[in-house]
Structures are given as structure tokens and as C-alpha cells.
């Protein structure tokens, strides 16, 4: 079984600072990484993923989140963030049986001020 | 391409009622995922479907929750009783495939028990 710890609720930032959100899981196997948001009202959309290959996967609007197997952390980051980017954050984790579920951890809510 | 579509939005009921949730997935998609999002957490899966058949409910509390997808398209979740704990967002998803596909959501039922 896998389990996905985000140890920030909330992290709340000023616009066009950097921001990383913090994700550590635990697994007895290999695994596949993915964070999902959800911006207020809305359902959960896919943010990046890592499968395989390299360790650093980027999204289309900014956000990278990097793969490290020793430190168990899948942390997203982004240089600059923008008003829009408040939301919360999702990290999940799948074995890498291309048959599990998703396990989720809490959700770090990203709020972005002027 | 229309998404997932989830109705209602929004049900307010008395505890011992009886409650349906109705999802209607990505045209196409073979799999479907009913979550659970209690306030302050992560989803979490209560059952999957692959096309009609039940690939993994070992969390779906059955002696009150039900779930089925005639036919592999539309899916429809249903409480019966309700207790208070079972307030929450219910969200549904889909994918093309199990495993490594992306999971798309819709906009979930938010269910109060009273």
C-alpha cells in the first residue's frame, strides 16, 4: 500500500514569488507521481506526472516537480506565481502495475496575494 | 470534447434518507472511479469499474453504499442510510484505460447529511 504525506494545509504567497509544495509518499514498490489541482468550484485536473525517464516533468503553465527516489518526495515548484494560480494542490501516488488506484494526500491549499 | 458530467450539484438530506449520485463519463472511457472528498482531505476511491464490471471496491462501505454501471457508460452511486459522517464531495472520474491514463473528474455532488 502507498500513502502520500503534504505536511502544508496552506501556503500562502505573494505574487510573482517562487513557491514550492512539499510531497513525500511511501511505498514498498516503484511508483508513478502525479499532482492534480483544483482551482474553487471546479472539478480536479492533471497537473504534470512522472512515469518514467527523467525525474523532472513540467506542465504547460509553469509548475515543474521533480522525482527523487532516495529523499520518497515528489515537490512541485513554480519561479513565479500569478493570482490565478490560487488553488489546491493535490499530490497522488500509483504502484507502477499500470493497475492501481490513485492515492491522495490532503491537498495544500496555494493562496496568492497582490 | 464534453467532460464528466455529475448530478446534482448539491443535496441536502436528513440522516437515515436515501441518497443517488449520477455520473455520466468522457464518451469512450472504459473505466469509471467514484471518490469520496470529506472537507480537509484527499479523495478517496470508494469503487472503479472497468466498462460494467467492478474492478476494485475493497473500500466501498457496502452494507450502506451501492454503486453500478449498466451497460459501461453511466454510473449512478447511492447511500441508503445516510449517517452524518457521510458528508462529503462525492466526485466522479473516468479514464481510456486503467492504471497510467489520466484520470479526468467532474465537478462532484457535494452531499450534507443533517
Known amino acids: 500500500a502507498q500513502s502520500v504525506t503534504q505536511l502544508d494545509s496552506q501556503v500562502p504567497v505573494f505574487e510573482e514569488a517562487p513557491v514550492e509544495l512539499r510531497c513525500n509518499y511511501s511505498?514498498?514498490?516503484?511508483?508513478?507521481l502525479f499532482w492534480y489541482v483544483q482551482y474553487p468550484n471546479q472539478g480536479l485536473q492533471l497537473l504534470l506526472k512522472y512515469l518514467s525517464g527523467s525525474t523532472l516533468v513540467e506542465s504547460i503553465n509553469g509548475f515543474e516537480a521533480e522525482f527523487n527516489k532516495s529523499q520518497t518526495s515528489f515537490h512541485l515548484r513554480k519561479p513565479s506565481v500569478h493570482i490565478s494560480d490560487t488553488a489546491e494542490y493535490f499530490c497522488?501516488?500509483?504502484?507502477?502495475?499500470?493497475?492501481?488506484?490513485?492515492?491522495f494526500g490532503k491537498g495544500t491549499m496555494l493562496l496568492v496575494s497582490p | 470534447e464534453a467532460g464528466v458530467a455529475q448530478s446534482p450539484r448539491y443535496k441536502i438530506i436528513e440522516k437515515r434518507q436515501s441518497v443517488a449520485f449520477w455520473c455520466n463519463p468522457i464518451s469512450g472511457h472504459a473505466t469509471l472511479y467514484w471518490y469520496q472528498q470529506i472537507l480537509g482531505q484527499g479523495p478517496k476511491l470508494l469503487i472503479q469499474?472497468?466498462?460494467?464490471?467492478?474492478?476494485?471496491d475493497s473500500q466501498l462501505p457496502k452494507d450502506r453504499f451501492s454503486a453500478e454501471r449498466l451497460k459501461g457508460v453511466d454510473s449512478t452511486l447511492k447511500i441508503q442510510p445516510a449517517k452524518l459522517e457521510d458528508s462529503a464531495v462525492y466526485l466522479c472520474?473516468?479514464?481510456?484505460?486503467?492504471?497510467?491514463?489520466?484520470?479526468?473528474f467532474g465537478p462532484g455532488t457535494r452531499l450534507t447529511v443533517l
Open positions: 511505498s514498498s514498490v516503484s511508483v508513478y
Open positions: 472520474a473516468s479514464s481510456s484505460r486503467q492504471g497510467t491514463d489520466t484520470q479526468y
Open positions: 497522488a501516488v500509483s504502484d507502477d502495475s499500470g493497475y492501481s488506484t490513485l492515492t
Open positions: 469499474f472497468q466498462n460494467n464490471g467492478v474492478v476494485d
